[in-house]
C-alpha cells in the first residue's frame, strides 16, 4: 500500500477541458511537491506547497494543500497537449529524511 | 539544468552479473539517492547518501549496495543481477532535506 494515493490512475482528455488530480495520504506532511515526468527523463519539480490550506499557482496550474496537511490536488484549466506527461507528488514527513512518492497520474490531453 | 549525468543510460546484462551505474554531479549537493521507477509503482528508494561514506537503505534496498566516495559520485552495485531489477534507475540530487530533488535522465537496465 502506497502511503501517498495520487488518483486518477490515468486521464485522457481533449484539449481546452479542466481537470483535477489528487494526492491523498492519512499521514501528515510537512510538505509536497509535485512534479511533472516526460517520457525518457527524470522528474522536474512544479511546485513545493507548505502551509495548510495553502494555494499556488502556476499559470493554468493551481495547486492546493489541504488544511490538514495529508492531502493535494492539482487543478489544470484549458488542458493543452504540453500538459501531457505523468504527473507525480511527493511528501516530506517529519519523521524521515526521504521524500515519500504517489505512484503518479498520467495525462494524456488529446488535441 | 542541475548538472547530474547518469552513465550508462542504457544497459543489457545477463542474470548473475555485476552491475555498476553510476551518478556524477557538479553541484556540490549534500544529498544523493537512488530510485527505481516500474509502472504502477512510481518512484522507489533503493539507497540515499546524506554525505561522503554516509549512506542508508531505502525501501527496495535488497539486492543493492552503494558507495560515495566523493561528494559528486553515487554508484549503485548490483552484486548478481536478477530479472526482477529490470527498470529504470534514476538518480536524483538535492542541497538538504525538504528541498527540491533534481533528478538524472535514468538508466534503463534489463536484465536477460
Known amino acids: 500500500t502506497q502511503l501517498l494515493e495520487q488518483s486518477p490512475q490515468f486521464l485522457s482528455i481533449q484539449e481546452g477541458e479542466n481537470l483535477t488530480v489528487y494526492c491523498n495520504s492519512s499521514?501528515?506532511?510537512?510538505?509536497l511537491q509535485w512534479y511533472r515526468q516526460e517520457p525518457g527523463e527524470g522528474p522536474v519539480l512544479l511546485v513545493t506547497?507548505?502551509?495548510g490550506g495553502e494555494v499556488k499557482k502556476l499559470k493554468r496550474l493551481t495547486f492546493q494543500f489541504g488544511d490538514a496537511r495529508k492531502d493535494s490536488s492539482l487543478h489544470i484549466t484549458a488542458a493543452q497537449p504540453g500538459d501531457t506527461g505523468l504527473y507525480l507528488c511527493?511528501?516530506?514527513?517529519?519523521?524521515?529524511?526521504?521524500?515519500?512518492w504517489g505512484a503518479g497520474t498520467k495525462l494524456i490531453i488529446k488535441p | 539544468d542541475a548538472g547530474i549525468t547518469q552513465s550508462p543510460r542504457h544497459k543489457v546484462t545477463e542474470t548473475g552479473t555485476p552491475v555498476t551505474l553510476r551518478c556524477h554531479q557538479t553541484?556540490?549537493?549534500?544529498?544523493m539517492y537512488w530510485y527505481r521507477q516500474d509502472p504502477g509503482h512510481g518512484l522507489r528508494l533503493i539507497h540515499y547518501?546524506?554525505?561522503?561514506?554516509?549512506?542508508d537503505k531505502g525501501e527496495v534496498s535488497d539486492g543493492y549496495s552503494v558507495s560515495r566516495s566523493k561528494t559528486e559520485d553515487f554508484l549503485l552495485t548490483l552484486e548478481s543481477a536478477t530479472s526482477s531489477q529490470t527498470s529504470v534507475y534514476f538518480c536524483?540530487?538535492?542541497?538538504?532535506?525538504?528541498?527540491?530533488?533534481?533528478f538524472g535522465q535514468g538508466t534503463r537496465l534489463t536484465v536477460v
Open positions: 511527493a511528501g516530506f514527513m517529519d519523521s524521515n529524511y526521504q521524500l515519500i
Open positions: 547518501s546524506y554525505g561522503v561514506k554516509d549512506t
Open positions: 536524483a540530487i538535492s542541497s538538504g532535506v525538504n528541498t527540491e530533488a533534481f
Open positions: 499521514s501528515v506532511f510537512s510538505s
Open positions: 553541484e556540490n549537493h549534500r544529498y
Open positions: 506547497v507548505v502551509t
